[in-house]
């Protein structure tokens, strides 16, 4: 066998949505080995599922060649077809949704960490044919968090982990495997001195380490924090001076912080009043404290609250656009974002206005957008700002019911790139139902899914190996990533703007898509630079331009005041409460007497994905349930033990892990879990048999009214024993 | 936060902006100069890396369990 001389590259790692620059060596035409960065102060960003990237883009199962469903819809019979006549049919066929019911037909669902190198090239497509109805996964994820920021201050934050002095940590747990960047951070502070203060309904490895645990029962993260500013204002531990001149609705916020005195919020976090008050003194009281952004509050029927009250202890405590705190980075003026590729100025108010679930739900929809859009503009230089993707969405669950039952008007063609939608929102037989009613599926992924199975149209997708790349975290920072090129990709594979340009050029849409490859869209994007695609690999493999603070004082804030509005104007105008308040999830019961927390990521996967990949499935072969022992006792239940756990919505099996960490009366479960050696064997690969997606309601009760984003954290359930599934062991 | 005189706010902004540059010199491709410098002082700033056999992962295996 003839061996190649190695070429090392810089790579952007996909597989998680962390982004770590890594170096990659191809051998022989194939990604053979990914090192750590050369560079010292990023060498430990990397974990596991990074250096299983030769493993993961060469695995046999891998999508070569694009597929046309010929047998019923989720049969999984296939037939081989071009990448040309793919595009010409799905091309046809959306023409004839859009014929027969309008363009807002059209939904779209998409994971930007997973596709990467989409370029906006899919909002401008849809914009340009008219489709408000973009879902993401960010809209539980970043994305809505991104959203509801902009409501206080008009921008979403980074903290400064590498100056601040302490970091709170609310249910996030970044580990040594799992968002390996922040994990890292989080420990070069505690070396220098920082305090961690973690907020966990278990005992997790953050918390572990953190100099104060509080332990609080799932779902209560908005009446805890309304708890802190209760201390912080009673104390006068707040920026009196910053919030006189740049903050407005302090008294009414300090009036509906007065409604939270601590035995009520100890009543209703289940965490004694004493330990949370310390812990908003060392909050209040550092020089300089950071609240990263937590996935766990971005997932509760109290989500708007909560981030909100994130948003408002940064403000009110000084820690806002400061060295050590949360900075307000804006636009990278050398590199276009995404918001300018988008066009979203070409959508027309009438079809922005039938974006579905704007009118229940309308946070990060176009109609806040469009709120946000004079200011916006007046501080940051453009209307429309798309932060981690999040601004301008649907609301995923309306769009499911649209897609099921043509309600309030039919949806029928439905593209899931990079996205196995199926399980990935909550109420899994809703999204089943609307995938079976679409007249047109489309998936374009790297691997067969239950969702790609689903599909008329399997498209294969490339990796991050396999292309060119400037990653600019959706403009959460100012930082660019060079990611390099290392191998070619299986020839009928495509990137997706590549195949958001394929089908714009069928859909007369080709002038308004000139730019033929990625690394012309490049450096289209780099041209406020000076620089072109090209010439920047050259010159450097990360950079960022000299931090801004406190730029406010020239601009004011992004907001209709231009003010940090404690009370929110953009609730008000739109009906809702303006303040942050506390709102319980649904109720335990004799029947359903546990307390169940979903979305829980597990370090060998991300989202849905890497089941297939025995290498990081060995690491953890089955979806563990996690009970306290003064829970699995009673239930005759041992580690390993198989149990059912059943909700209200639905059921999932997978076996007991007993854990003393676990808060008593809590059930932890695993995220996105399917069964890929199944697919032979089983309907959809198992996609029903142990998917947290069948636990949660997309019932407007249990949605958080602002943004409309479901509740994964806290609702009743119970666990029985049960045998394994067939055909896992 | 411990209220922070203007002073110490600009001078975290500058140690900010002034550490921003360099870690941008030391992560360009230029061996010379200033960027040579930068790399020099991040390099004392952080240790080198100890092998994390986690990372290392079989080249064959059979299968998820």
């Known amino acids: 066998m003839t061996t190649a001389p190695a070429d090392l590259k810089h790579v952007v790692c996909s597989i998680c949505d962390i982004g770590c620059q890594l170096r990659a060596e191809a051998r022989d035409g194939a990604l053979h080995r990914i090192l750590p ?43 081989e077809i071009t990448h040309a006549q793919a595009m010409d049919e799905i091309a046809e066929r959306l023409g004839a949704v859009v014929a027969a019911h309008g363009p807002e037909a ?28 973009w879902i993401s996964g960010v809209a539980m994820c970043a994305g809505n968090t991104a959203a509801v920021n902009r409501l206080t201050y008009g921008w979403f934050p980074f903290p400064d982990l590498a100056s601040t002095s302490c970091i709170v940590l609310f249910g996030h747990n970044p580990r040594r495997h799992s968002w390996t960047p922040i994990h ?10 920082a305090t961690v203060i973690v907020l966990d309904p278990r005992v997790s490895e953050q918390a572990e380490k953190a ?20 201390v912080i204002f009673d104390e006068g531990l707040h920026d009196q001076a910053f919030v006189d001149e740049w903050c407005v609705g302090f008294d009414e916020l300090r009036a509906r912080v007065d409604e939270y005195p601590l035995d009520r919020v100890a009543a209703i976090t289940g965490v004694d009043a004493e330990l949370i008050a310390r812990a908003a003194r060392m909050y209040a009281t550092a020089d300089g404290a950071v609240i990263p952004w937590t996935p766990v509050t971005d997932q509760q029927v109290s989500s708007t609250s909560a981030i909100r009250v994130h948003s ?52 990060y929809t176009y109609r806040v957008a469009e709120m946000l859009a004079e200011p916006t503009e007046r501080v940051w230089g453009r209307r429309y700002a798309d932060l981690v993707m999040g601004c301008h969405m649907a ?24 996205n196995n939608a199926l399980l990935s929102y909550p109420d899994q037989h809703l999204v089943h139902r609307a995938l079976l009613a679409q007249d047109l599926v489309v998936a374009h992924e790297v691997f067969m899914t239950p969702t790609a199975l689903l599909a008329d149209y399997v498209l294969p997708g490339d990796v991050f190996s396999e292309r060119n790349h400037i990653a600019d975290t959706w403009s959460w920072t100012t930082r660019l990533s060079l990611s390099e090129k290392v191998v070619e990709p299986p020839p009928e594979a495509s990137g997706t703007y590549g195949f958001w340009r394929d089908l714009a050029h069928r859909m007369g849409f080709a002038e308004q898509f000139p730019w033929a490859t990625v690394e012309e869209v490049l450096d289209h994007r780099l041209e406020p630079s000076g620089r072109t695609f090209a010439e920047f690999a050259a010159a450097t493999l990360m950079e960022s331009p000299p931090p801004r603070f406190r730029s406010y004082r020239r601009t004011g804030f992004a907001t209709p005041s231009g003010k940090v509005e404690l009370a929110s104007s953009v609730l008000a105008d739109l009906g809702f409460d303006p303040l942050p308040y506390h709102r319980e999830g649904p109720a335990t019961s004799p029947a359903y007497p546990l307390t169940v927390f979903t979305g829980v990521r597990e370090d060998p996967f991300f989202q849905t994905g890497q089941r297939n990949i025995p290498v990081l499935r060995r690491r953890s072969p089955t979806p563990r349930l996690f009970l306290h022992p003064d829970d699995a006792g009673p239930l005759g239940l041992a580690d390993d033990d198989w149990a059912r756990l059943e909700t209200p919505q639905g059921a999932v099996v997978a076996q007991i892990s007993v854990q003393p960490s676990m808060r008593p009366g809590h059930v932890r479960v695993p995220h996105g879990w399917w069964y890929p050696e199944l697919r032979a064997t089983t309907a959809l690969a198992g996609a029903f048999i142990s998917s947290d997606a069948v636990l949660c309601s997309g019932d407007p009760e249990h949605l958080d009214r602002e943004q409309g984003t479901p509740h994964f954290k806290g609702f009743p359930g119970r666990v029985v024993p049960c045998p394994a599934p067939e055909g896992v062991s | 936060m411990t209220q922070r005189s203007e002073a110490a706010h600009r001078r975290a902004e500058r140690k900010a902006r002034l550490m921003n540059g360099v870690l941008n ?36 295996v059979d299968g998820p369990s």
């Open chain 1, 37 to 79: 960065h050369g560079h010292p102060i990023m060498a430990r960003n990397i974990c596991f599922k990074g250096t299983a990237a030769p493993q993961i883009h060469a695995h046999p199962d891998r999508l070569r060649v694009p597929l046309k469903r010929v047998g019923a819809r989720g049969e999984d019979w296939w037939e």
């Open chain 1, 106 to 133: 059209l939904a779209v669902s998409t994971s930007g960490w997973n596709t990467q190198t989409t370029h906006g090239a899919d909002r401008r497509f849809m914009n340009l044919l008219g489709s408000p109805n």
């Open chain 1, 184 to 193: 890292n951070l989080i420990e070069m502070a505690r070396g220098r001195g």
């Open chain 1, 211 to 230: 100099d104060l645990h509080l332990q609080l029962r799932a779902g209560t993260d908005a009446a805890m924090g309304l708890g802190w500013l209760k």
């Open chain 1, 312 to 363: 408002i202890l940064r403000a009110v405590t000084g820690n806002l656009d400061v060295v050590g705190g949360e900075v307000l980075g804006g636009f990278n003026p050398g590199y276009r974002p995404e918001s300018d590729l988008q066009l979203h100025e070409v959508l027309p108010p009438g079809q922005k206005a039938k974006q579905l679930g704007a009118d229940a739900h309308p946070v």
């Open chain 1, 395 to 418: 609301n995923p669950s309306a769009v499911f019911r649209a897609m099921a039952t043509g309600d309030p008007y039919p949806v029928k063609a439905f593209f899931a790139l990079g």
């Open chain 2, 25 to 60: 010199r030391s992560l360009t491709r230029r061996e010379a100069g200033l960027d040579k410098v930068a790399k020099t002082v991040v390099a004392r700033l952080a240790p080198p890396e100890p092998p994390d056999p986690e990372l290392h992962h079989p080249d064959r």
